[in-house]
């Protein structure tokens, strides 16, 4: 038996790289500059918390992958993350705290979906981009598409590496849908199981007769 624990995130300002003015000009156009604050608040909160969760389960960490949303399968991995890390992200601080207690990183996404998926980004948010000087803006099927091959790569990846009696963490953002596409004798749990999306049970388990 291989077991998932799925964990629900939402991305910090430091997870978005180059596109944090972007998405931050956006945000306070719409909805104002405090608001702005209380997110990242709200956010820096959350984060807190999965963290107080995730010790609570006295993991044998040595026996533990870690996946991450957005982190490359390229063999920089630990090196990104410290990056990231360092610029204040609790996310990937969590990542590096748990890998001091022997859990192993892993390479997570196709790289280059993700830099696909980068690119629709910029011109959602009306950067200048090759495609939009082209007038080809991003629709919303390219998005889902777009998603949808991730999620397939992002499963894929945990099929192939988690092994017999290992747990792995999925650090996931909400918009994901991975769990149809794992291996049916991963056990899937979610830590915070009432973000769990609708009509998603964990891989194997038997839809109720009732």
């Known amino acids: 038996m291989r077991t998932l624990i799925v964990i629900p995130i939402i991305h910090a300002e430091q997870d978005m790289g180059s596109l944090i003015e972007q998405v931050k000009q956006e945000y306070v156009q719409r909805y104002g500059a405090a608001k702005w604050d209380e ?22 960490y040595t026996s533990v992958r870690l996946y991450q949303d957005g982190l490359p399968d390229c063999g920089r991995e630990e090196e990104i993350v410290k990056e990231v890390a360092a610029q204040g992200s609790k996310n990937h601080q969590l990542l590096l705290a748990l890998m001091e207690k022997g859990a192993r990183l892993m390479g997570t996404e196709d790289s280059h979906l993700l830099v696909q998926e980068y690119h ?18 991003p629709s919303d099927d390219q998005s889902r598409r777009l998603l949808a091959e991730r999620d397939r790569a992002i499963a894929n990846r945990i099929n192939t590496t988690l092994g017999a009696g290992e747990i792995g963490l999925l650090f996931l953002g909400l918009a994901h849908s991975v769990e149809p596409l794992l291996d049916a ?3 899937v749990r979610n830590l915070l199981p009432a973000l769990r999306p609708p009509g998603i049970r964990p891989a194997g388990e038997k839809e109720s007769s009732r």
């Open 39 to 60: 997110h990242l608040k709200t956010v820096r909160e959350i984060w807190t918390g999965i963290r107080q969760m995730i010790e609570a389960l006295e993991l044998p």
């Open 185 to 187: 004798d991963i056990l």
């Open 120 to 137: 629709l980004l910029r011109g959602a948010l009306g950067a200048a981009t090759p495609e939009k000087e082209r007038g080809a803006v």
